[in-house]
């Protein structure tokens, strides 16, 4: 089974000179911006079916924490894993990749 991914699998030192990974990042299109330092993103991801080995678009949808309200409606971002926010908020926005047009 085939997946396309962009993740990181980088280490990083920590002070006590232990290694950790990264956090995963995604990259995606902002389909919602009307909350207050809140976005929506989605990813969409090629997977091949299991058994006609065609490969089929799979797509998830992130909240993630924009603190600036940088981002808008169609934006190519990059978004990373953080800690819990709110009930749904799990990402935050690292960095705006393009603007829509």
Known sequence: MSTESTETQETTPIQDGSARKLRKERVG????????????????????????????????????????????VGDTVRIAETRPMSKLKRWRLVEVIERAK
Do not use: C, Q, W
């Open 29 to 72: 299109i902002v389909t919602s911006d009307k909350m207050n330092k809140s976005i929506t993103v989605t990813v969409e991801r090629r997977v091949m079916h299991p058994k006609y080995g065609k490969f089929v678009k799979l797509s998830s949808k992130f909240m993630a924490h924009d603190d600036k309200d940088d981002a808008h």
